[in-house]
């Protein structure tokens, strides 16, 4: 039924009758008047047709104007979500995106070494961003009692990629709290984003001999903790230890002192 009511009824009809009009004056059963003034009515009756869409097109367009504008009024009520929650089954796929997008500088706060242990999370992670042509310096802060996890796990992938110059020098300091952060613009028009996380459950899962992240939390923009984000790294970036005071962090002093009874 839907089918035939999307027919042009109407000039069905007229060709119908125009036909017939037509053929009774070949029979001679009409005047050559009668079939002038049949095609005149036919002609009035598309005429009308006509104007009838013409109202019920401008009908439309006003209707759509108002919905428009009233999505429009809706739209600009809305705020964009400032944070993201992403749970374990979108989390690598984010993290990947995130470092494909990413452009200029890569800031990598407080992240934990042992989540590149796997060759594999590396490459989707990491070495995404290393060959990203768009990204121009990688910067890593991290605490200092994560040094040998670095140089065992991580650096000797590091050292396999191509652009591995664009890999700084890592930034050892001291970090107190679970907070890590990777921070870029993105896509080059001026949007600094951030992938937010913590250490520890329920956040990252500890598997035996590595962290897995569970869930992160990609801050847009708009958002006020990505200047908070940005301060803070900064605070810590300038308190970088000398090489020295990181090598006795590490490797503190035994306690020599003899416990024999006198």
């Known amino acids: 039924m839907k089918q035939y009511l999307k027919y042009?009824?109407?000039?069905?009809?007229?060709?119908?009758?125009?036909?017939?009009?037509?053929?009774?004056?070949?029979?001679?059963?009409?005047?050559?008047?009668?079939?002038?003034?049949?095609?005149?009515?036919?002609?009035?009756?598309?005429?009308?047709?006509?104007?009838?869409?013409?109202?019920?097109?401008?009908?439309l367009g006003e209707c759509l104007q108002r919905t428009e504008f009233s999505l429009n009024e809706m739209?600009?009520?809305?705020?964009?979500?400032?944070?993201?929650?992403?749970?374990?089954?979108?989390?690598?796929?984010?993290?990947?995106?995130?470092s494909h997008h990413a452009c200029n500088e890569m800031l990598w706060f407080h992240v934990c070494p042992?989540?590149?242990?796997?060759?594999?999370?590396?490459?989707?992670?990491?070495?995404?961003?290393?060959?990203?042509?768009?990204?121009?310096?990688?910067?890593?802060?991290?605490?200092?009692?994560?040094?040998d996890l670095w140089e065992k796990e991580v650096m000797p992938k590091i050292d396999q990629c191509p652009s591995r110059a664009k890999v700084q020098?890592?930034?050892?300091?001291?970090?107190?709290?679970?907070?890590?952060?990777?921070?870029?613009?993105?896509?080059?028009?001026?949007?600094i984003e951030c992938l937010l996380s913590f250490w520890g459950e329920p956040f990252m899962a500890r598997m035996p001999g590595s962290n897995v992240p569970r869930y992160i939390f990609h801050v847009q923009s708009n958002s006020e903790l990505i200047g908070r984000m940005i301060e803070v790294v900064r605070s810590h970036r300038l308190c970088e230890l000398p090489a020295k005071d990181a090598w006795q962090a590490r490797h503190p002093p035994e306690d020599n002192h003899d416990n024999r009874a006198l």
């Open 8 to 59: 042009d009824w109407d000039a069905i009809a007229g060709i119908i009758a125009a036909v017939a009009a037509i053929l009774m004056h070949f029979l001679h059963l009409v005047e050559s008047d009668v079939l002038l003034m049949i095609a005149v009515v036919l002609i009035a009756l598309l005429f009308l047709r006509d104007l009838r869409r013409e109202r019920d097109g401008e009908r």
């Open 114 to 147: 042992l989540m590149f242990k796997r060759q594999a999370v590396f490459d989707d992670l990491f070495k995404t961003a290393i060959e990203n042509p768009n990204v121009h310096s990688i910067q890593f802060i991290l605490d200092q009692s994560d040094r």
């Open 169 to 191: 020098e890592v930034i050892w300091t001291s970090i107190a709290g679970g907070v890590s952060a990777i921070i870029s613009d993105i896509e080059k028009v001026g949007r």
């Open 75 to 98: 739209l600009a009520r809305l705020r964009p979500h400032d944070v993201v929650l992403i749970g374990p089954q979108q989390i690598h796929q984010a993290m990947m995106e995130f």
